[in-house]
Structure formats: structure tokens, C-alpha cells
């Protein structure tokens, strides 16, 4: 967990029309704060010791950050100028949103960049970040510009681990247009053969999981397959710069019900144009090192930058 501050980002280097050079050297110098808590945490002790995972509680991390954050602002001055206000932290899982919704000073009053912006956690869109949750390195080169080949009207494979997930299953599993699979898909019968079924469909199903945030969006995208969103609250990443109606369908989950006759619906000139518009957003979802003008980092980088200019201390 980062957490450098906004004065690290003078706005020359960031101006409106986008970035104009790489900045990523300034930030890196400055992001001399870090925090690493050990993953796997055991749950409430409600859980059974066979469910409970070995490793931190999410009781003692909220301790250890604690802990860390006070150092930081008896140690150095930057935090008391602002009460933290002009200094992000960024945690992409849940167990980070976890370990630190306990620290109201930290999370009223910092950026946070996280990968889980939903008001079940406190996020807050005037003032925090949504991280696209991104698991690269990708498996197959990015697609775009193969509309013949996807026959496929909708995909989607993964766990029911939540109510909307589990009613995408119930409705949708048996339909022929739909490949709705209630598992992921097991790589003993192929190798990739999840990553190639989104060469070869229209639409990408993306529900929320265990968090509205999925890295299936993310997948969607570099993969050339329309992302739909099925969520009734998403604070999608880098909407204060890109217009995700122009590359994405965003559905509320009481749609489920109506999913294949809101996909067939969508006129064919419409889906070329959410194609085309996908694969020019690529570049906005891929982390390079170092980075690289218009990536994830400098997406983060200028949402950050906004937010510089929204809250006021």
C-alpha cells in the first residue's frame, strides 16, 4: 500500500487533453512508503476451522495499518498539512478494502484507489479511485477487428459467489444462444480454452462477484468481446474520462431476466461501433513497465490529478 502524496503531481505534467509525458519516475521516487500485510486472512471466528484460512485477521491488519499510518504522521510532516487529504493509498482486493474500513481517518479522509468502488465499502466518487482489476500478463494477444468470427451472442463462465451470479446460472445455462457455464471452465479439457471463448463471442457477461469489480472486464476488453456490465452500482474505472456507453453495455441485474432479448435487441451498426470503440480503449487497460503514454498507470495518474482539483483543504 502506497501512499505518496498529490504534490507529487504538479499539474503541468498532467494536462486536460490527457498526459503529455511520462511521470511515472516523479511518482516512483516519492511512493517511498509501503506497507505489505500477509494475504490469507482467517475470517470471523464464526467460521468453522476447516473454512477459516491460515494468516492474518482482518482484525490484527486493521491494527497493522494502524499502527503504520500513525508512524507515518508522527515521522514526517506531510500528512498534519492536510489531515491526509492530498495523499492517496491504493488496494486492489477486498482484503485490503477489509483492513482498512476500520481507520476512519484513513479512509474518510485519503484517495483511495481500489479495485472494489462500491457503496458497500464507503466508496466515495468525488474522492476515491477506481482501479481496474487487471491479471496480466494476458494469456493470448489482444483481439479487435475480427467480428466475423464472434458467432457467439454471450458468454460467461465463473463461481456463484453472489445472488446475481447464481441467477445468471438458474436462467440462462441451458439457453443455445447464451454459453452460460455455472463453473469455470476446467483447463484439463484444453489448454486457454477460456481465454479463446472470448475470441469467438459478441458480449462478455460480467457480473459482480464476491465485489461488483471483476477482472472479466478487464479480460473482455483486451480480448475485443463488448463487456456487459450487470450491476446496479459500479463506479466503473476512468469514467471521468471515458464514456462507457460508447464501448460497453451497463445493465442494472434485475435485467437478468430480460439479458438475451437486450443483447439480440442491439442493432448491428451499434455493435461495430462498441467493437471499434473497445479496441481503442485497450491501451487504457494495460499495465506496462515502464509505463507506457495513455496506459492503466497514466489513467490512474490523471484521475488522481482530478481529484487534486475537486477536494478542497
Not at 494475504?39 to 476447516?50: E, G, R
Not at 464472434?150 to 441467477?167: C, D, E, Q, Y
Not at 463453473?183 to 461488483?212: D, E, H, M, W
Amino acid at each position: 500500500m502506497a501512499i505518496p502524496t498529490l504534490s507529487t503531481i504538479p499539474p503541468e505534467s498532467l494536462p486536460a487533453s490527457m498526459l503529455a509525458r511520462d511521470i511515472s519516475s516523479r511518482i516512483l521516487e516519492r511512493a517511498a512508503f509501503s506497507l505489505t500485510i500477509p494475504t490469507k486472512p482467517t475470517s470471523s471466528s464464526s467460521q468453522s476451522p476447516a473454512t477459516r484460512c491460515v494468516g492474518t485477521s482482518y482484525e490484527n491488519m486493521t491494527i497493522i495499518v494502524q499502527n503504520y499510518v500513525e508512524s507515518l504522521i508522527a515521522k514526517y510532516p506531510y500528512w498534519n498539512r492536510t489531515l491526509g487529504a492530498d495523499h492517496f493509498f491504493v488496494t486492489c482486493h477486498d482484503v485490503g478494502v477489509r483492513a482498512t474500513e476500520g481507520l476512519p481517518l484513513l479512509v474518510k479522509n485519503s484517495i483511495r484507489v481500489v479495485c472494489s468502488p462500491s457503496y458497500d465499502v464507503g466508496f466515495i466518487p468525488h474522492k476515491d479511485v477506481a482501479l481496474p482489476q487487471v491479471l496480466q500478463p494476458f494469456a493470448l494477444p489482444a483481439g479487435g477487428n475480427d467480428v466475423k468470427n464472434r458467432t457467439t451472442l454471450g458468454f460467461w463462465a465463473g463461481h456463484r459467489n453472489s445472488k446475481i451470479r447464481v441467477i445468471l446460472a438458474q436462467v440462462w445455462e441451458n439457453d443455445t444462444d447464451l454459453y452460460i457455464l455455472n463453473n469455470r471452465i476446467n483447463r484439463a479439457i484444453g489448454n486457454l480454452l477460456y481465454q479463446k471463448k472470448f475470441y469467438g463471442t459478441k458480449f462478455c457477461i460480467c457480473p459482480g462477484g464476491s465485489q461488483v469489480n471483476s477482472a472479466r472486464i478487464a479480460d473482455s476488453i483486451h480480448y475485443g468481446c463488448i463487456p456487459v456490465i450487470l450491476s446496479n452500482y459500479y463506479d466503473l474505472p476512468f469514467n471521468d474520462v471515458l464514456d462507457w456507453k460508447k464501448f460497453a453495455v451497463i445493465l442494472k441485474e434485475n435485467d437478468v431476466y430480460q439479458l438475451k432479448q437486450i443483447l439480440k435487441d442491439i442493432p448491428y451498426q451499434q455493435f461495430l461501433a462498441l467493437h471499434r470503440n473497445l479496441v481503442k480503449v485497450q491501451k487504457h487497460f494495460q499495465w506496462n513497465s515502464p509505463p507506457i503514454k495513455y496506459d492503466a498507470f497514466h489513467m490512474v495518474m490523471y484521475d488522481l490529478w482530478l481529484r487534486h482539483h475537486v477536494i478542497k483543504y
